[in-house]
């Protein structure tokens, strides 16, 4: 059995470092040109579950890798207002073991840890046009640059934009969600550090502000003496930094903030948060000016399940979702860790290529497009969300910032918000 995965993003790569673990023939065709490209420095949170995936699939060394380079545990989450005041603060329990923790991860730094060891295994500059089929029961991947490559199975793992879902299921749509973000990134200077209280500082917050807009702020600081030597350090250039994102229904912001770039998607920040605190706008102020991105917010709308073929989907690929908590990243980690079981299963004599696929799909797709809808619920993900609206945004903000105040202050509510917190909706823990 050979594989083919399209797209090496953290879920392709989890499954391919699963599969060559198995000793199964995997390949992974990547557009990127290179491994130093794709280096978005943002963080991603990784959850128990996708960390007990990264365990199983990664060699022990990479994992062990995984855990020495991420940031250093936050030990607050808070609930901030636009003027920089606590209306709730939460202290976070201490990481339970290296395997079963929440980690906060930058995205530029997992995809190193991802890529390395696999040189083998992954083909760079190759962009996927579409698959052709063979009567012998083999699918070919055909590229942009004229090259193509045949194997037995077929995984797209390219993203929310897939190529292989646009041919191989035409009428699953992707829709907007109504929701505008704009991400920066700022170093962690002693200025900028200056500029936040200490709960900000060593934590994750959540800012409601008015005038409909929200705020992610995070510091991610590094164990930067705790990493030493490893192939793909030399291509990690995180340090210590801040991330601060603003967003709000599109109505919010103009309509080409998607197309903006550099000082000018600063400004649309900067003018979108006017009414923020002197020390979070100086924040934007102070971004990277070529880090910052805007986003237009998307999600998979569900459909039924299809027929097993020999061309199969993971990730944002099937069901991306917007991106509270990290559950996208988590969930593709979990689909890589249970496809990974099948076809080892398969590699063994255990089961059949098309059981196992099937096995795969009638797991995935209902677990999958639960943590879409669950996405959906999470504050401000929605454009139809009430805090965005100019009369009814006033009750909805009141309402959010009362229900975090009370939460905090309620020793039953508060035990109940932290276990939700770091608890992935919907897995059976006890079969992992």
């Known amino acids: 059995m050979h594989v083919l995965i399209i797209g090496g993003g953290t879920g392709g790569m989890c499954l391919a470092h699963g599969l ?60 901030l207002t636009q003027s920089l005041r606590t209306t709730a603060t939460f202290q976070l329990p201490p990481a339970r073991d290296a395997v ?39 699918i070919s991947a055909h590229f942009g640059d004229g090259t193509t490559a045949t ?15 646009r041919q ?32 900000a500082l060593n934590g994750l917050s959540l800012i409601f502000g008015t005038k409909g807009m929200i705020g992610m702020l995070h510091v991610m600081t590094f164990k930067r003496d705790a990493q030493g030597g490893w192939p793909g350090l030399e291509l990690d250039t995180d340090r210590d930094y801040i991330n601060l994102s603003i967003w709000s229904s599109h109505a919010h912001f103009p309509e080409d903030t998607t197309r903006r770039r550099g000082r000018r998607l600063i400004a649309t920040a900067l003018e979108a948060a006017a009414n923020w605190h002197p020390n ?9 000016p070529e880090a910052a991105f805007p986003l237009k917010i998307a999600t998979s709308v569900p459909i039924d399940p299809w027929p097993t073929t020999n061309i199969t989907l993971l990730g944002d690929a099937i069901h991306t979702m917007t991106p509270g908590q990290g559950v996208g990243a988590n969930t593709a980690l979990r689909d890589a860790r249970l496809l990974c079981r099948e076809l080892t299963a398969v590699a063994g004599g255990r089961k059949r290529l098309p059981a196992a696929i099937g ?38 903000l009141f309402a959010a910032r009362s229900y975090f105040a009370a939460t905090s202050r309620v020793p039953a509510l508060r035990r109940k918000f932290l276990a939700d917190l770091s608890t992935y909706r919907g897995e059976d823990l006890a079969r992992s």
């Open 359 to 396: 096995d795969y799909e009638a797991e995935m797709i209902p677990y999958g497009f639960a943590r879409v809808a669950e996405s959906l619920t999470s504050n401000g993900t929605s454009g139809d969300d009430p805090l965005f609206r100019p009369v009814t945004g006033l009750f909805a």
């Open 168 to 199: 191989f299921l035409p009428h699953a749509e992707i829709k907007d969600a109504g929701v505008t973000a704009i991400a920066t990134k700022t170093a962690l200077t002693p200025e900028t550090r200056a500029l936040l209280p200490d709960e």
């Open 280 to 288: 979070l706008r100086r924040i934007f102020e102070l971004s990277d």
């Open 151 to 165: 194997g037995d199975l077929l995984i797209a793992a390219d993203g929310t934009r897939s190529a292989v879902r």
């Open 20 to 79: 060559k673990k198995a000793g199964v023939s995997v390949a992974v065709y990547e557009r990127y040109s290179s491994r130093r490209d794709g280096l978005y420095g943002y963080r991603v949170g990784i959850d128990p579950t996708g960390s007990r995936a990264l365990h199983e699939c990664l060699p022990p060394e990479l994992f062990d890798t995984f855990v020495a380079t991420a940031a250093r545990e936050p030990r607050h989450f808070n609930v």
């Open 100 to 138: 079963n923790s929440e980690r906060s991860v930058s995205r530029a730094t997992l995809r190193q840890v991802l890529f390395t060891g696999m040189d083998d295994v992954v083909h760079y500059g190759k962009e996927f046009t579409r698959y052709e089929r063979h009567p012998d029961g083999t």
